[in-house]
């Protein structure tokens, strides 16, 4: 008996002293509190990966708040259209074509080095690098020229007119996020352990994801940031995001998703909702049939009703579409609207088939929730139409992106939207546009946009959107189901977070209680 | 005893190479690459095929193979292009993780099944048993994924008692690493303490009635005494079996847990990996299951014999 006693507690031992000790080579993942000034928790949806500016993801709920936080940001739009300079002191030019940048003086990195135009130069010039695998190489390529005038001022070249830079830096994070040149030595490394001028410095950057933010306390703003920490932990699931925030285990929730906001208003917390040009949309492949026949578009635009779809797929929280633009936009007309009108969708099906072209098509679905939601959705509705059929594949998200890419699909749900109608239509609407996926080719739309990107007049730019928005909604090269945007969700007891125009969350001043 | 652990493991580096290779063929024949997962889905097929060629992924793949195996003999997984990290470093940060999660989830279903079925043996069609029987058919039911985010509403979002996700090294803080754990090691230990139960109770009842046992009880030896040092030991023999199977499938199927509570293990990386095509995690994640499951189904090969001196005194006789 003492014999299996003392097995017994050896055994119990061993497995204690395993567990203390594969807990010292566990993960370093986890939150932890911060210091007197406080410190918050904010919830992502998407990995980060590597931290360097020029791979970081500038959407709301992906690397924006690291990027933000770490490296601050030349100039900014606010939700109201008013441009904020930040490490840049001016963005100006004459002709759309060259600008001359002046950087605030008296800035530093983080590891002392001073903040110049050969920063921006070489941190603009190094996205253009296909090994370097920047989300920004496509934006980057609009600059020409960069030439160094001094340390503070520059002169920039792009490759065609834009009167809309200032928005293509603040739209783009790896334009507005400078680094030093010492990310050149060696890249890899400067992921993990980034330098940047901003208002945080990167404590702890686990194999988890997890970041851990501490104050800068040389950063170039008297007095900011006022927390002394900031933890960004990621988690993909929006209903254990939506639970965090019931629980107190995160502070603040930066989504594009409405799901939840309402049980944090309840628990006393806002909600600061940024709302996008433009929306999700299902996208079709004009360059083949059957989508290359206007009548089979138009027929699915009519036959498919958004706010049955917002109902159905994300429980009414979501703003279906009616105008392509919000209503605080100059270009924005009430007359201009997406219908939904089931019997002209009947009317224009049974044409096709008159024709000898019924319609059948293949809807390309990922796993989203939109996707999986609409797939269902067009089985579901277009199974009450005569002459139509509809064959759903469903593929993983990286498929999904290699097919797209190659236009390798019928229709598909993409995007297709902005801080404002050029960011939010120029690229997915404008002939031989990036990510004009469906191949759509309509000279006055393309025109339209080109003169909104290029014109000073703001009347002018004002009706070229709205030419934009008439030939989108003429021609259907893709049917907008519901108003993206960005949603940041916080507890009661912070306050202070900004968000721009592109949905991108700030906290150089934000506080909790 | 040598030759027998040599031949083990002989056996086990070939079941090693023959699944680092199959699994590398499977993911290679997976439509997408990680160009696509680090450009997105806005990038020309130029951009991607640029990025594909910058990371040697046009290379054919049974040269990336091979650089990948001699680099793995050498204790070089690679670097993940997605993340930059060493993968050899991300894989056995996570798979620490998901040890301890394994573990003490292990050990809170075999102290609940070891203490429910010796009772239940002891006192067959008693109350124990009978309750037992029925808690068990409940969780064998309730899969985790049914099991997990009941278990988040009721005592994390409802009750407040644990946190919905996350998780604290132990080493930063001994309280809040149990309270993070708490959820999820439960959650394991719910649907594996059944097995146990079952197997343990069933063959604690027919050792109980082996001869040897009566001629105890003739003897006058005290009922407990017989419990646990004549009938314990050889029952739980089958229970080890099976103990070494699960704890090796947990290792590699601790994904849903790991993804619904948000804990940084190696079935939330491989999900992610398999997700973004980062193949060599995926590779690195699928040797060390491959390898930690070879080592405890050699361990428990060798345990038999400090359980049961029959096993010894067998193998010194042939």
Known sequence: MRGVRRRTLSLLAVTATLVLGLSACGSDGGGSNGGSGGHITVVKAIPSGSLDAALLSSITYGGATAGNAIYDQLLWYTPDG?????????????????????????????????????????????LLDPTLGSQAIGAASQIAKIEIVSDLEATITLASVNRKFPALIDAQGALNWIVPTSAGKDPKAFGLDPVGAGPFTVKRFGTD??????????????????????????????????????????????????????????????????????????????????????????????AIDPEFYNEAVHNGTEKAVTTLVTDNQASYDPDLVQVHDSDRAQELFDELAADGKPLKFEFLANTTTSSQGLSQILTAILGKYDNVSVSIKNVDLVTYGGMVGKRDFDAAILAAYGGDPDTAFFEPFREGGQTNLGGWVDDEATQALVTGRTTEDEAAAADAYRTVQERILAEAPALFLIRSGAVLSMAENVSGVEVTAGGLPIFTRATVD | MMSYVAAKLGRALFVLLALSFLTYVVLEATPGSVANSILGPNATQQQVADLEAGLGLDRPMLVRYWEWLTGAIRGDLGVSPLTSRPVAETVFTAAGTTIQLVLLGTAL?????????????????????????????????????????????????KLGFFPVAGFTPFSESPGEYLNSVALPVICIAITELATYQRLLRADMIAVLTEPYVEAARTRGIRERRILFRHAFRPAVIPTTTVLGLSVGRMIGGTVIVENLFGIPGMGKLVAQAILSRDLLVVQGVVLVIGVVFVLINTLIDLAYGFIDPRVRVRERVS
Do not use: H
Not at chain 1, 108 to 117: E, L, M, P, Q, Y
Not at chain 1, 222 to 231: F, S, W, Y
């Open chain 2, 109 to 157: 279903a075999l102290l609940i099944a070891v203490a429910s079925a010796l009772l239940a043996a002891r006192f067959p069609n008693g109350i124990v048993d009978r309750l037992g029987g029925m808690l068990t058919s409940i969780t064998i039911a309730v899969p985790t994924f049914v099991a997990g985010p009941i278990l988040a509403y009721v005592f994390a979002v």
């Open chain 1, 209 to 302: 994801d997890t970041l851990e933010l501490v104050k800068n306390a040389d950063y170039w703003q008297e007095g900011l940031p006022r927390l002394d920490a900031i933890t960004v932990i990621t988690s993909s699931d929006a209903a254990a995001t939506a639970d965090m925030m019931a629980t107190g285990d995160a502070d603040v929730r930066v989504d594009i998703l409405q799901e939840g906001t309402d049980e944090v208003k309840d628990a006393g917390g806002s909600v600061l909702s940024v709302p996008f040009q433009g929306g999700v949309t299902l996208n079709f492949n004009m360059a083949r049939a059957p989508f290359d026949d206007i009548r089979a578009r138009q027929a699915i635009v009519n």
């Open chain 1, 82 to 126: 008013e441009l904020k300079y930040g490490l840049a002191e001016d963005l100006s030019t004459t002709d759309g074509t060259t600008w001359t940048l002046k950087l605030r003086p008296g800035i530093t990195f983080s590891d002392g080095t001073a903040f110049t135009t050969e920063a921006v130069k070489f941190s603009w010039e190094r």
